[in-house]
């Protein structure tokens, strides 16, 4: 027995667009460019790929164990890999995760883990 027809999925997936969207917050995608990358380091040319439709949270829970600075709630469709980056408001974060979010089987948003980005 299924807990949620495929209309009332639909209908929660519609409304967490609709909270994502309403929040009138867009940030540029980052991506590093296909080249030589020395034992997984972190530098090298990043190039914009893309704006996403997010809704960031700045002061996450303190988890210690996870060490991030902030999350983001973007669309399912959002193209985010791990080791992106988002620049917003001014600052640039790198993508720790990308942690998908579903109910009951239905996928509604992904919840990136973001890392502030200090230049040196």
Known sequence: MRLLSDSEQAVASADIRELI?????????????????LYGTDEGEFCEVGTLTLEMNQTPAKDLA???DAEACVLPEA?????DRVRYGGCDYRVQTVVPHSLFGSLTHKVLELVVLHES
């Open 21 to 37: 969207t309403s929040s009138g917050q867009t940030a540029i995608l980052l991506r590093k460019q296909a080249g030589e990358q």
């Open 66 to 68: 996870k060490q991030i």
């Open 79 to 83: 193209d985010v890999r791990a080791c």
